[in-house]
């Protein structure tokens, strides 16, 4: 089974903060996603990549960026943790095919104070 | 571009009821076309996935799916549900040229005595 693992359940950091939300998968998949999960909104890209260092900004990629040095390793980083940046982080990969689906992390509940 | 819509933001059902779950996308082709389930404090799972040939897909835990290509939808159907279902979910669409998926807001549904 694939897994992908997001480091944290929950975090609570400060305002201005740098935040790191990590993410590992383990079934060797180019693709890699951050998304951000709010009532009412359901789930919005942040980030994409597709290979090793290389990524694509998602649908609402500002206050965010992101790091992929290994392949099976995703970041997901705040530059300056601002309270509107509270939410759900998930975290997924796929097979560089199109007719398969999205695996998800267990996700990431981050509260900015 | 594209674009998902689950009209239902909240569903109540009795248990032992059936459930019908609408979707609707806006997209120039048939895109790839998944529904995922999530319950309280976890992240996504799949329940099934269109990708193209028999319209009528079936998934796990009892659920299906049937894409109607005239009217750009893929309901998600369960004929008797049962209390484990309460959840919120989500149905999410790939097109035929993009890993990155785009997912409609949710529907909550929750399952009474």
């Known amino acids: 089974d694939v897994k992908v693992t997001q480091s944290s359940r929950y975090l609570v950091k400060r305002t201005g903060e740098k935040v790191f939300l990590e993410c590992v998968q383990d079934?060797?998949?180019?693709?890699m996603f951050w998304y951000r999960q709010d009532p009412g909104l359901g789930l919005r890209l942040i980030y994409f990549s597709y290979d090793v260092k290389m990524k694509e900004k998602g649908d609402i990629p500002e206050g965010y960026s992101v790091s992929r040095e290994k392949k099976e390793r995703f970041s997901l980083i705040l530059e300056s943790a601002s309270t509107n940046q509270t939410s759900m982080y998930l975290c997924?990969?796929?097979?560089?095919?199109?007719?398969?689906?999205?695996?998800f992390g267990q996700g990431t509940r981050l509260t900015v104070v | 571009a594209q674009s998902v819509t689950q009209p239902d933001i909240h569903i109540t059902v009795s248990e032992g009821a059936s459930l019908e779950l609408r979707c609707n996308y806006s997209?120039?082709?048939?895109?790839?076309l998944f529904w995922y389930v999530q319950s309280p404090g976890q992240g996504l799972q799949l329940l099934l996935k269109?990708?193209?040939?028999?319209?009528l897909v079936q998934g796990i835990k009892g659920f299906e799916a049937e894409f109607k290509r005239s009217q750009s939808s893929f309901n998600l159907r369960k004929p008797s549900v049962h209390w484990s279902d309460a959840a919120e979910y989500f149905c999410a669409v790939g097109p035929s040229n993009d890993y990155k998926l785009s997912f409609g807001a949710g529907t909550t549904v929750t399952v009474r005595a």
């Open positions: 269109y990708f193209s040939g028999d319209t």
């Open positions: 997924a990969s796929r097979e560089p095919a199109l007719n398969t689906e999205a695996f």
């Open positions: 079934m060797d998949h180019e693709n």
């Open positions: 997209y120039g082709a048939t895109p790839y």
